[in-house]
């Protein structure tokens, strides 16, 4: 078999050419994640548990993945997972839940209850983003899954590019004009020039925070440089590349420090894990460096933030966190005060960490952090033998996913990342990535193999 | 389809399963509930609390809102020291007095200043401390004050309506006797003297009615999803002890 062949029991009935429904259902979440405003969509109707729009998108992608179960019974193909794909998340939901329950006394006296029930909603909703994710995907899609995360990120880094030269939100103005009959949708933050007093300027893309639309196109931009490394071809090669340099340029005009640490962690955890094939796009790299200085300095203004005061008070911001958690650290080490009771608008009681791991540390203690930190590498785990599979439908995609969940990782050292839903439903989308990479699959017909334990073996080329 | 064969596996081990949903029914009762086994009992963990407000207006006995030559600076002043002194334990003793309640069971906290910036009004480790030491109390008053007003705003917190209203209320009214036995004490003129008025009757109602409710589901459906999860590598191990081969396991499934 050639390396570039597939297997034909991967490649059968694989999105985008399958009549599947729910593989095409996540392929409109990942295009909601990228390209509309979810934190700021807000139903008309009222829904049982939140009218927000991206809990409305998991409930339709829960019930159809149910119905599906439902009325096909036959699977063609059995997957098996690698051992412990779920483990940290399994850790953190638990740790999460024993936090709130050993604390409810105190979160019902003090009026939390309602701040923790959005928590542990959006908790649930990444849960059964990342459940269904990994088991409704098949290796064959994620290719093309890969693909679609590149071109939406390259999207939106052109949708946030014009919203810094034009003051214009395209993502809000589009959302509010298409979504009117079915759902309000809040103005955009975006203050493209603001007075000194009023701080650094807003640029949001799709999001509602500078910093979290730089998460998501750093999280998407080892895709970008993946597919560009494996490209059959130049023509190919080059807009791949062309595509990348969009997104960091994307990355770079929300001016944040950010800005250039998350990619710059995301490509340099590509370079630790596959150092040969980020070394092939080095001179392309060089190349698009020295054009963008040339052509545009001005979207490398990230840089010239690294000086202003404005932005060294907000490293003083940073460092002034850390001697105002230790009376709640000391009071509750271990499982903190509970899952979500961290309420940036009681800002006399709660602190705005610019980190989510001391977040974290503060609700659901050591064991949530230790659990928090297994949620982010629990999908390198699991993906390591997938990393340098020849199958161009695993190693591939599961280098970029892998690349991505690390670059979440710094991510959340940076800002409260789990308060803006996008990098963590990208996040968990890319760990189930990690998992379907490792997984193996079977025709159902087949019998399945006696009980050696799924190792996760690469398709043999 | 995977989740056909998951509730298939899971079926087969509906034993092990109804345990489960056993075990999440203890916790969920034990999250929200303290047990008593001498004698036996259960007691709610969950505080249904009611909230109420009103307000405190600084004024002169002419009142200075209906004369537009009047200055309401040097009000706005006065609003922020006595904003201070609500806080004070003399203050707290003289509300709980009001309100008919022990001292000791009200935490007050305050005054919080309206219209900084968060990073202003952030706690730092110290105030946090003191915060952490009054989480516990069941009747909370909770002070602000907006510099550029002669108003102090009461939150009041407590287990029932009629209770948080009736510690709203006597904020205002401690505060007013306070004030006025002060201005007796020092001979003040009439009309120099400040009068303590109070913006409307407090309001309130109860506000977390159901929580408990809603926790205990909560924690009954992870504690079972989770067992659910555990029955798979148990199963795992168990097959491997047993030696048994040439049948998936439920691992697989998963």
Not at chain 1, 71 to 78: P, Y
Not at chain 1, 235 to 241: E, F, K, N, T, Y
Request: with cysteine; net charge positive.
């Amino acid at each position: 078999m050639r390396a570039d062949s597939v297997d034909p029991v991967e490649s059968a009935d694989a999105w985008p050419r399958t009549r599947r429904p729910l593989p095409w259902l996540l392929a409109a979440f990942l295009a909601a994640i990228f390209l509309l405003p979810i934190k700021a969509i807000h139903l008309k109707i009222q829904m049982p548990v939140s009218s927000d729009f991206d809990r409305f998108l998991v409930a339709l992608i829960v019930v159809a993945w149910v119905v599906c179960g439902l009325v096909n019974r036959g699977a063609t193909v059995v997957r098996r997972r690698p051992r412990g794909w779920a483990a940290g998340m399994a850790a953190f939901v638990l740790v999460a839940v024993a936090s709130i329950a050993l604390n409810v006394d105190r979160i019902t006296n003090l009026g939390e209850w309602e701040v923790v029930q959005k928590r542990v909603a959006l908790l649930i909703a990444l849960v059964a983003v990342f459940v269904i994710v990994t088991l409704t995907l098949r290796v064959a899609e994620l290719r093309p899954f890969a693909v679609l995360i590149a071109v939406l990120a390259t999207i939106t880094a052109l949708g946030t590019i014009y919203e810094k030269k034009s003051g214009h939100n395209l993502f809000y103005d589009t959302a509010a004009i298409v979504l009117s009959p079915a759902a309000g949708v809040d103005p955009a933050p975006t203050e493209v020039d603001p007075e000194i007093s009023q701080g650094r300027p807003l640029i949001v893309g799709p999001t509602r925070h500078p910093l979290s639309v730089t998460s998501i196109l750093g999280m998407a931009l080892p895709f970008a440089v993946v597919l560009a490394a494996v490209a059959p071809d130049l023509r190919r090669r080059l807009l791949w590349a062309l595509a990348a340099a969009i997104i960091v340029a994307g990355a770079l005009i929300t001016q944040r420090k950010s800005g250039v640490v998350i990619p710059a962690f995301a490509l340099l955890a590509m370079f630790v894990l596959q150092p040969r094939l980020l070394l092939r796009l080095a001179p392309y790299g060089l190349a698009g460096l020295v054009l963008a200085v040339a052509a545009a300095p001005g979207a490398f203004s990230s840089f010239q933030e690294l000086g202003r005061a404005d932005s060294q008070a907000s490293v003083e911001g940073r460092t002034a966190d850390y001697p105002a958690i230790v009376p709640d650290l000391l009071t509750n080490p271990l499982l903190g005060r509970g899952y979500g009771t961290l309420d940036a608008t009681r800002v006399d009681t709660d602190r705005i960490f610019d980190n989510e791991y001391l977040g974290q540390a503060l609700q659901v203690g050591g064991l949530g952090l230790i659990a928090f930190l297994a949620l982010i590498l629990a999908p390198l785990f699991v993906v390591r033998s997938a990393l340098r599979s020849d199958s161009p439908l695993r190693g591939p995609p599961a280098l970029a996913a892998a690349a991505s969940c690390l670059a979440f990782g710094v991510a959340s050292a940076l800002y409260d990342i789990l308060s803006f839903p996008q990098a963590p439903y990208l996040f968990l989308f890319t760990a189930a990535i990690c998992t379907c990479a490792a997984s193996e699959e079977v025709p159902a017909a087949e019998p399945a193999r006696p009980l050696r334990g799924v190792r996760p073996e690469p398709v043999r080329v | 389809m995977e989740q056909a064969r998951i509730l298939r596996a899971l079926w087969r081990r509906r034993a092990l399963v109804a345990l489960g949903a056993l075990v999440a029914l203890v916790a969920a009762l034990l999250s929200v509930n303290r047990v008593g086994l001498f004698p036996p009992s259960l007691e709610a963990r969950t505080n249904v609390f009611a909230t109420a407000s009103t307000q405190i207006l600084v004024d002169t006995p002419s009142s200075a809102f209906v004369d537009l030559s009047n200055e309401t600076e040097p009000l706005q002043t006065r609003a922020g020291v006595f904003a201070r002194f609500l806080t004070s334990p003399a203050a707290i003793a003289l509300i709980a007095r009001e309100a008919r309640l022990p001292a000791d069971a009200i935490e007050a906290q305050g005054p919080y200043e309206q219209n900084l910036p968060p990073f202003q009004q952030e706690p730092s480790a110290a105030q946090r401390s003191t915060q952490i030491l009054g989480e516990g109390a069941l009747y909370r008053l909770r002070f602000e004050n907006n510099p550029e007003l002669p108003i102090v705003s009461v939150f009041a917190q407590a287990p029932s309506r009629e209770a948080a209203i009736a510690l709203a209320a006597a904020a205002p009214a401690a505060l007013r006797g306070y004030v006025e036995r002060i201005q007796e004490r020092q001979h003040t003129p009439a009309g120099r003297r400040v009068e303590i008025r109070k913006l409307g009757h407090a309001t309130g109602g109860v506000v977390n009615e159901g929580a408990g409710r809603q926790i205990a589901a909560l924690v009954f459906i992870v504690v079972l999803v989770g067992w659910c999860l555990l029955l798979v590598p148990a199963q795992t191990i168990a097959r491997g002890w047993r030696g048994e081969k040439g049948q998936p396991r439920l691992g697989e499934l998963n």
